[in-house]
């Protein structure tokens, strides 16, 4: 999506042969987020565009056939550039009541059903609080309806290799995905090699599962149906040259922050704790032992973030992750690290808050716990990814801003860019300019001074194990320049003041407009993964023509030097957030501008008619 | 591993002094505990640069600004979450934590136990004073039932935790027990030093301003022989000049108190302190002062292989033969190329 080039007068994205959404719904066990990822990559290898979002339950398993045990995979692909996972699905794959109640009423008017009516059986439509049969008495009226029996023709293909009644019925999600890779003319081949790489020691399940995946594309190709079941091709999307894989905005993180400690010269210590959403980024991690990194499973978020910092006082890149109530866990130790001028990345991937709220839902509400959540006067550089794709280079960026300003810097992600994927043009590397760290390691010209500055302000970097630079630090207020212990009030002012002059300072790209024209009637001012349907909605308004611009910000702290006077160059200026208004609130203080929000906080992300919406108001 | 050059050389005393002025309460059993870290430096050739004081929070955190070393005053309770970062990033340095009975014990009682269960090669000096200090005496997790304290007017209600007995519990292969102005308190700490791993030493100190004289019971010079225990590995439990001596109560399963006829402590059943006999080690860190001597010295070591030792092993075993190479991992797994003017699949 980053990557794919932007075309302005592009049709909207809602005729089915321009871009098509699908959604895969079912119980926890039926593997909808696995076909899901396997459509996704089928999609990516056809060269369409895409973005998803995996939408799962907090339960690990739910009971079976409930409401709150539903799991869904949604994709939007196409043959234009695609940011969002899609407003309302085309296509909704239902394998079960309980999936199609709490997924029917997102699908389009007209939009397509398919539902496993096997399933549709009186035991599970209770568990739905269905009172009668949906597929059977015409409330269903309005979208096309496919009933078939999933279940059944599963059981039937997947008959000659003897599994067990459960077993077997494990692989409707592949037949499911036959049918579905058939509907969208899609190759099977990489499917069938990841089966037999998945199931390489049962040779036996991976031929069921082939099975069945032929089975359902069998199904599409001959089955002689009227009616709503036909074939569409979506055309390859207009995206740059080069070499493509999928990717996570976990996988992106995990990738770019080895990518970082590699600029820096530097080994990578990783310090976390098990979380969601951000777990994935230590179990990637944790598999890149030859790459100079060092994971450590910590006993909890603080012992995370201290090790840490310990591991940076060493002398490697120290990195910590979680999520919300993990990272209100570790404000402390943020303080000791802004105190003692320690390089430190933190990854936020946010989620829904307060206290535990919504752990596998998506949210934007820790800004305010980023850019102030400490105590006292402890300025921090802040970062938030707008994309998987983006998640990388914010990572190489915190990694670099660390380092090279002795300083803790928090990175912002949220669980739907930690879950999506989207298809990443893999960057060359040498493109990359490196910033090898430079440890101080003999007394210089004038003596050793632990917090003497450099022009950037920042602190040397001493080893411990360093001879002749012996020295203390701690969370004490420091004396300017020797880093003794000092209460005195002169010192505690000016040591403040450094403190913030420095991140005040920390340089960052100036902000540009990412469509539309700098100045206008009207900006919209976002951060983080909400840049897909702001994008779209711009880019729609744009093509009937409004006069609206799209502002994403990537650096929250300190915020780019000309960000005033670009918002001020318009005549209004709303703020979409996955909150209640925080980045509104920042930029009104930093710039007494009349920013107004646009809020969502239900745990999914903006719809783009929805920022559509409020452009037209915001418009008159 | 950092590759360090040490150059060997000598040390004394005075190397190890700081040029800070120590802040502790004019006696203060923390001084004497000082000298004895200052005392032992030197004699087990301890380097400076590749010495590293890692406080917490309270009055016993401040230590590390006055070892001229390597030093990090880090926050409260979190000392050991620092000390393994550090010995993971550079396992060559010699790590020193230190803590008390309400940094290691309350708000950090978590680190403590896992730092010990993990077994980083460090040493864990827990200054017991049995009292808060620095915030001008609440009692602490160690403080005695009744202690009357700003926050315990009528008294203390719940029941103090056993340092020894909790490292221990922990999982810990080295516990010792000293106190501040002990004469043999350095070489508790040498010893402590030359086991590899986590070595927990429980030091009993005077807090002169809160908590006044609390130890006197054992610690007072007077009658010291016959309420100290000094165990050495090897040699008999013996006290009150050999006259009386710990021995096995075979049918209650626990320790007793015999009198030595004689010297022939042999015929009084006395065991003869084994440093590496665990379950002895559970019952001499459960003996109660007053009915029995207080317990000092080496209660228990037996060394196993340290946490940064076994993570640098796994590391380099699954990085062997194996490539660094980034651009290829970036292009790992499933890729496809887009060429002017299309994909080509």
Redesign the interface.
Known sequence: MATAVADEAAAPESSLSDAVVVRFAGDSGDGMQLTGGQFT?ST????NDLATFPDFPAEIRAPQGTLFGVSAFQINFGSSEITTAGDAPDVLVAMNPAALKTNVPQLKPGGLIIADEGEFNDRNLAKAKYDANPLEDGSLAKWQLLKLNISQATMDAVKPFGLGNKEALRCKNMWTLGLALWMFDR?RQ?LIE?LKAKFAKDPNLADANIAALNAGHAFGETAELSGPLKQHHVA?A?????????LTGAEAIA?GL??GA?LAKL?M?F?GYPITPASAILHHLSR?????V?T?Q???E???I???????????L?VTSSSGPGIALKG??MG?AIM?ELPLVIVNSQRGGPSTGLPTKTEQSDLYQAVYGRNGDAPMPVIAARSPGDAFECAIEACRIATQYMTPVMLLTDGYIANAAEPW?????TAYEAFPVEFLTEVPEGGFKPYGRDEKLARPWV??????????????EKEVDTG??NYQPANHQAMTDLRKTKIDGVKVPDQIVELGAEGGRLAVVGWGSTYGPIHQAVRRKRAEGADVSHIHIRHIWPLPANLGALLKSYDRVIVPEMNTGQLKTVLRDQYLVDAKPVNKVSGQPFRIAEIEAAIEEALG | MNEMTTIARTTTLKDWETDQEVRWCPGCGDYAILKAVQRTLPDIGAVPENTVFISGIGCSSRFPYYVESYGFHTIHGRAPAFATGLKLANPDLDVWIITGDGDGLSIGGNHTMHVIRRNLDCQIMLFNNEIYGLTKGQYSPTSRVGTNSPSTPFGSIDRPAQPCAFALGAGARFVARGFDVSKELPNVLKAAHAHKGAAFIEIFQNCIVYNKDVFEDFAAPKGAEDRQLWLKHGEPMLFAKGAKGIALDHAALTLKVVDVVDGDWQAAGVIVHDVTNRSVAHMLVEMRFGEFPMALGVLYDDPRPTFEADVWRQNEAAAAGKTADLQGLLKKGQTWTVKEGGPDL
């Open positions: 990559l990516a290898l056809a060269g190759d990489p990841w390859p207009p995206v740059a040259p080069g070499l493509y894989r999928t990738l080895v990518a590699q080994p210590f310090g890149l032992k030859e790459y100079d060092t450590f910590a006993e909890d603080i012992a995370a201290c090790s840490a910092i310990g591991a940076s006082y060493g002398g490697s120290g402390e130790a000791l003692t043009k893999v960057p060359d590397l080893k411990p194990g360093t001879p002749g630079l012996l020295h203390r630090i701690g969370g004490i003794h212990l």
